[in-house]
Structure formats: C-alpha cells, structure tokens
C-alpha cells in the first residue's frame, strides 16, 4: 500500500553486514493524479541580447503535464548541440514543470527556424511550438533636436539642450563637445524614458557654459550614439553671425521629469513642458492633465523671447514625490494658433529592478599632499539602477556649492545593468587638515533615499 510519500527513487540492493545498491534507480511517483497533457510556451530571446551578444538562447517552456517523462526535441531532433534540458520539478503532488534551453549564434538565429517538439507518452500527445522572430523588435535609431536659452541671461550662463527622441532600445551615449574637444563639458543627462503607448524611448541633456564663451562664437555639438541601431547623430549649436543665433527648425515640444534632488531633498518636485522655436507667444496655451485626475498645482508659465525672434515657454507641474513613485501619468497638452491639431506630450516613471549604490570616499594621494595648495578628495558611486541620482558634498556638515566639485554623468558598467560614477571635489590643504568632508547620495532606491559617507584627515590617521 503505497503513500504519497513513498515518490522517491529506488534502487536495486543487496543487505548483510552493510547494504550495497547499484544501478541509476528507477523513480517511483505515487500519486492520486490523473494523467495530463502539457502546455507548451515557447520563449524568445531578449531584445538586448540581439543587439550587444554573439549568441542567443531561445527556449521551450513545458508545464502542467503529468506523469514523467515529457521529451524535448528540437527540430525534431536535427538539433543535438548547445542543448540544456533542466531537471521536471514536482508542483503540488500532481503536476510537472520543466523547460529546454537551446543556445545558438545570433547569425543563425536571425536566417533559420527552430520549433521545440515536446512528446507527452502517458497521454499519447505530441506538440510543435515555433520560436517566433516577429516577437523581437529591431532597434530603430534616434531623432535630436538641440536649442539653447536666451542670450541675454542675467546670471552670465547659457544653458545648451539636446532632445534625443523616438529611439529603441534606450541604452545610448550622449557626449558634448567643444569643437572637436570632449570632457571639457560638465552635463546632466536626464536617464531615458519610453514614450506612452509605443516601446521607443526619449532622453535629454543639458549643460551650461558662460555667456562670454557662447558669445566668443564657440562650436558646441551634442554627439549622441545608438549602438543597437548603429547610429550616430549630432546637434551642433552656434551663435551665429550678425548678433542673431541659428534657428532650429521646427517647433519642439518635450517633457523633463523631477531630479532625485528636487523629490526626495528639496520636496520640490517639478515636471516641465517645455516649447522651443515658436514664432510667437500669443494665443499659446499649455493644459495639464493627470491620469488620477487629482488636484494639478501649476506655476505660471514662463515665455522668453529668444535672440532670434523665436520664444521659449515652460510650463511647470508640481507634483508629489509617492505620484510620480507610483507611475502614474502626466500630459501636457500644447494649444497655438500656428498648430494645426493640439501637441500632446505624456510621461511617466517606468519601472525597473533597483540597486541601492554603494559609496565608497577617497583622502588625497599622498603625493598631492607635498607640493600644492589644494587637495582632491573623490567619491566612487557604484553598482546602482536606475541611472537617475545626484551627488553633492558638504563640509562640516554645510553643503559646499556645486563649482567646487565635479561628478561625472552615470556610466553602464560592462557586467549588468547597473551604473558607476565618480565625484571629486577640490578643497584648500588647510581646509582638509581641519575639516570633516561628506560625499552625500541621493538615489530612488536608498532607505531613506540618501545617504552619505564622511571622511577626514583625523580618520585617515586611524
């Protein structure tokens, strides 16, 4: 009288002064059971996979079958390499689950066909799933608009814009130059984010530069490159001669979330609607919406008359840090008499797997110690998702302004997904003999959503 706890494998064996057994065994199951047919699911490779990896795995999903075994073949056995059959596992007490791994190159994958072949004996059923390529999306290259703010600034600062649109997948490099010079621009890179009802992505960057280099005449280009779709595309800016500034193009309407600093820090967080190249301002009209259609605080739009005779409005939203956590929706809707049907923008967080950063500080080389009047101290910043994050630094405990340290924009590290960056600031010697410095993070998926690491001349002693 078997139980449902006697499955287990049993072996041929021989007992006296002690027991010996040999063979493989045979796997008894008891179950109460009736006997079930599969259900075959068929499993395409990852869009990412196609783009940056020699090889893919495509897979076949066996599931819900019983009794054992449930055979796996591919291309009805004209595949027999690159193969990984994993172990059935026992669901409950009546059903099983296991899957067919097949890895093969890309080239291969792109020109043949493959269909898994799953052969259920206990119930006589045999069944074909086709792989399907039309499930892979192909990379499609980016749109840029670049654009920059008016000359006449009152802080002596021009902020530059590049607008990166309509690309897939959103892993891209973004790198302003100075003529053909790069590293010499300190930007902010806005993490890409998909576009509402399509799969392609968005992106912006911004830096500033001084009104007297922009008026000097410099060549600035924001170079941006997709490796997935082999593109590279490039946005110059340029004050053109004559005292005007070159127009670029069409009108350009887009959308900038909230900072990390301005949600969880300042809890001033904003999402802005920005127009850029309209002719004129009058009869202009930017309509906020939400998806929760809760209350909307919306501060009065600002218009600016660009060198050029263009004008530049934004309009800014402000929102609640848990709204915009939640991925709830935000549309800004754009009425002009110069457009022929409304302009309609939306936005919202997207979701991901998040990685806390870990933070690591550095005290000055010691071969910076002897012969200069300033030191460097830096902070690492690694192993964090998404790309979205700020840094800043404080010395006894007051935040130090932003001229006194870089940090470089968040760089994909080559093992996953996740992000590093380097942030250093430059202090007096005596300040660093005296003083207690402390690299502050701020990143979505923290405790408390910073945290902060100190170091001290006193601590490099210890």
Known sequence: NLKLEDTAIYYCGRGWSSLDYWGKGTMVTVSSAVKTAP??????????????????????????????????????????????????????????????????????????????????????????????????????????????????????????????????????????????????????????????????????????????????????????????????????LKKCEGGSSCPSGDVNVYLLPPTPKALYIDRNSKISCVVNNLQNEEGLKIIWTREKNGHLNVDVMETEEEPNGTYTAVSRLNVFAQDWESGESFTCRIEHPSFVTPVTRNIFKTRGNKKAPKIYVFPPHRDELNPGRTVSLTCMVNGFYPADIHVQWLQNHNLLSEDKYVTTPAVKNKHDDSYFLYSKVTVPRDDWDENLFTCMVIHEDLPMKFTQRNISKTQGKK
């Open 39 to 236: 259900t075959v699911f068929p499993l395409s490779p990852c869009n990412q996979d196609i783009t940056t990896t020699s090889q893919v795995s495509i897979g076949c999903l066996v599931k819900g079958y019983f009794p054992e075994p449930a055979t796996v073949q591919w291309n009805s056995g004209a595949i027999t390499s690159g193969i990984h059959n994993f172990p059935p596992v026992l669901l409950g007490s009546d059903h099983y689950t296991h899957s067919s791994l097949l890895t093969i190159p890309v080239s291969q994958w792109q020109s043949e066909s493959f269909q898994c072949n799953v052969h259920h004996a206990a119930t006589d059923t045999r069944i074909n799933k086709i792989i399907d390529r039309s499930a892979i999306r192909s990379p499609v290259g980016p749109e840029i608009h670049t654009y920059h703010s008016s000359c006449d600034s009152r802080d002596g600062s021009i902020q530059l814009w590049c607008q990166i649109s309509g690309f897939y997948p959103k892993q891209l490099d973004i790198d302003w130059k100075v003529g053909s010079r790069s590293g010499l621009l300190r930007p902010y890179n806005y993490p890409p984010w998909q576009n509402p009802g399509t799969y392609t992505f968005s992106a912006a960057s911004v830096v500033n530069i001084t009104q007297d280099d922009w008026l000097e005449g410099n060549v600035y280009y924001c170079e941006v490159t997709h490796a997935a779709s082999q593109t590279k595309v490039k946005g110059k």
